[in-house]
């Protein structure tokens, strides 16, 4: 007697898997941008209540000068033609990232976008509600590189550097291959060649038949 066997299920008709939503990277993105936040709002209020009609302080053995400074421009005293426009922008750069962030599957991604957001909603916070009113506020800058009064690099703050060194680790992070989905480079072209190499053999099985 011929044993019946019950058909195996196809895996090519079964569907992956949904992936599951990166809580864990948007609550590092949330944990990494609140600190960042903090860090920029307390030294800028310690700034303003310290450093207001003070010379220069040399810290550092001069590498670093503290010194209040308010700035209407860009970050690092860059001037792209009014404050409102750079309020505005700065929304903008805080509603892509937010929108983003249900896509993160990589915690550097997750880190540096987190930077990027504490650094914009710092400077941000400043244009809304600091003088001289609402989007046209001036941001607090008080770090002075090598040189009192922006000599040497312009005059920065908490949240200028929180951009920046969030920039550069997603610039080496794409250089590095690693995408903000989790995946690499390499694995892109490993899945884009095994795909291939399917499309091949069912082309090969459709002309025997």
Do not use: C
């Not at 920046?164 to 390499?186: E, H, N, P, Q």
């Not at 190499?197 to 459709?206: C, L, M, V, Y």
Request: aromatic share 8%; proline share 7%; hydrophobic share 45%.
């Amino acid at each position: 007697m011929s044993s019946e066997q019950s058909p195996e299920p196809s895996t090519s008709d079964a569907e992956p898997p949904a992936p599951e939503p990166p809580r864990q990277r948007i609550l590092l993105l949330v944990v990494v941008a609140v600190l960042a936040y903090a860090v920029d709002l307390v030294t800028k209020i310690v700034a303003t209540a310290t450093l207001e009609g003070e010379e220069p302080i040399r810290i550092l053995g001069g590498a670093v000068y503290l010194q209040l400074v308010r700035n209407p421009y860009a970050a690092f005293g860059m001037d792209f033609g009014g404050t409102w426009i750079l309020a505005i922008v700065a929304m903008g750069v805080v509603g892509a990232i937010i929108w983003f962030a249900r896509r993160l599957r990589s915690p550097g991604w997750a880190v540096g976008l987190g930077l990027v957001l504490a650094g914009a909603l710092g400077n941000l916070t400043d244009r809304i509600f600091r003088a001289p009113g609402p989007l046209h506020g001036h941001v607090v800058d008080f770090i002075s590189a090598f040189e009192p009064n922006g000599s040497f690099f312009p005059v920065f703050n908490g949240a200028d550097s929180a951009i920046t060194i969030g920039a550069v680790l997603i610039v080496v992070l794409s250089l590095m291959g690693r995408d903000y989905d989790g995946s690499t480079t390499k694995s892109r072209k490993e899945q884009e060649k095994e795909q291939e190499q399917e499309q091949e053999q069912q082309q090969a099985g459709e002309d025997k038949a």
